[in-house]
């Protein structure tokens, strides 16, 4: 069986965000599972690393981008399975950061109930990246923030916080739609931040044209303006 | 006048966790700049990178622990003054990310207010190598998470969202007692991430001990347990 299971955030697209450690493990470890949303399709995490593991033995882990967790789960399984059939130590990697939204997180859970040795090591996540990319910081002092995955509950909490992150969606324009009518609000708009094609855009919500950043990798920023 | 400002998270204890770009660019500035919460105390920010920028030019910035905006402000003026008197490119240093509750943002907004250009790489935070030590993910699927500093408004948002952070406290006892009777929730507690001292601990509320926890550099992680 799997000797230890590194489960690796290699950060945003820009490859010398990777950490010391990260690299370190990536070079040591017996193999690297990548993470691919369908087949044939290239592995974006894969794409951060490949210049630094030039002839690693690297195995496909396919997790399609559907919701049903009764097919999902079957993918994970898939995964496990793979995992659990390897002698020494592997890497399984994500991209951005393995606690934070990541696919990795359920084979994480399948792993430890296996008792399997696991280690994570921490990526950058977009979230903070997106803040650097539009030239502003998330909060400062005492501000609360939160992240609401496609947008939910954004009517509400448009009230309550100062910073609303919103991400997991390809469709930013729908889901910001309910808040329009605000102009207490400053959005940026960030699209697949650090990696060559990023798009940023930062205004009040009427003055945003959403058109190209209904991406999956793309977030919203949401930060009330101070009086 | 100084040339360009670099906004570098050195990460967590762990000096692994440094960036493969943020040693690059600290190898390559004339001087950085380390921020100091008293005289004569060491740079928890320093600690971090030292070893790798030996012999460095290293100038302490200072950023007392005290909340009155008002005299905070003459620091952050001073800290300005310092960097905007170099000639070449510098950089300032700072734990955990550069966009989330960092002090640097105050000197960041005086900089950009000064015309100066400025690049931010992003660290490795603490919420997330605290989520990895205590071997959790912070959030999955649909999940909401929010961060709320000092505790503020945990007895609201305690029923709303699936993970609470609480952190900038030096009481989390005193923070997390407006929760105690609320056994659908488990709470890790850690100190120091990846320091050498770090401390952990994670159980229903009633269970834990929170003694060794009252320390700046601490923060508690609540999760809803699902039924």
Same mark, same amino acid.
């Given at each position: 069986?799997?000797k230890k299971?590194?489960?690796?955030?290699?950060?945003?697209?820009?490859?010398k965000?990777?950490?010391?450690?990260? +690299?370190?493990?990536l070079?040591?470890v017996?193999k690297?599972f990548v *993470?691919? #949303?369908?087949e044939?399709?290239?592995?974006?995490a894969?794409e951060?690393?490949?210049?630094y593991?030039?002839?690693?033995?690297?195995?496909?882990l396919?997790?399609p /981008?559907?919701?049903?967790?009764?097919?999902?789960?079957?993918y994970w399984e @898939?995964? +496990?399975e793979k995992?659990?059939k390897e002698e020494?130590?592997v890497?399984i $990697?994500?991209?951005g950061? *393995?606690?934070?939204?990541?696919?990795?997180?359920?084979v994480?859970k399948?792993? %430890?109930?296996k008792?399997?040795?696991?280690?994570i $090591?921490n990526?950058?996540? #977009?979230i903070?990246? #997106?803040? #650097?990319?539009l030239?502003?910081?998330?909060v400062?002092?005492?501000?609360k923030l939160?992240?609401? *995955?496609?947008?939910k509950? +954004?009517?509400?909490y448009?009230n309550?916080?100062?910073? $609303?992150?919103? /991400?997991?969606?390809?469709?930013?324009k729908? !889901?910001?739609?309910?808040?329009?009518?605000?102009?207490?609000?400053?959005?940026?708009l960030? !699209? %697949?931040?650090? =990696?060559?094609?990023?798009?940023?855009a930062?205004g009040? +919500?009427?003055?945003? @044209?959403?058109d190209? =950043? @209904?991406?999956?990798l793309?977030?919203?920023?949401?930060k009330?303006v101070?009086?």
């Amino acid at each position: 069986m799997v000797k230890k299971v590194y489960g690796i955030g290699v950060g945003v697209g820009d490859k010398k965000l990777l950490t010391l450690k990260a +690299l370190e493990v990536l070079k040591k470890v017996d193999k690297i599972f990548v *993470p691919i #949303s369908k087949e044939g399709k290239k592995s974006i995490a894969y794409e951060i690393i490949k210049d630094y593991v030039d002839g690693k033995d690297v195995e496909e882990l396919l997790f399609p /981008m559907i919701k049903d967790k009764e097919k999902l789960k079957k993918y994970w399984e @898939n995964a +496990l399975e793979k995992v659990l059939k390897e002698e020494g130590e592997v890497a399984i $990697i994500t991209i951005g950061d *393995p606690t934070l939204y990541s696919t990795f997180s359920y084979v994480w859970k399948l792993l %430890r109930e296996k008792g399997v040795e696991i280690e994570i $090591i921490n990526g950058i996540s #977009s979230i903070f990246a #997106s803040a #650097s990319a539009l030239g502003i910081p998330l909060v400062e002092g005492d501000e609360k923030l939160c992240i609401l *995955p496609q947008g939910k509950d +954004l009517e509400k909490y448009i009230n309550e916080f100062d910073t $609303i992150i919103i /991400m997991k969606t390809k469709n930013l324009k729908e !889901k910001l739609e309910k808040i329009k009518d605000r102009d207490d609000y400053i959005v940026g708009l960030v !699209k %697949r931040v650090t =990696f060559e094609d990023e798009k940023i855009a930062i205004g009040k +919500l009427d003055e945003l @044209n959403f058109d190209e =950043f @209904n991406d999956y990798l793309s977030l919203a920023i949401i930060k009330r303006v101070k009086k």
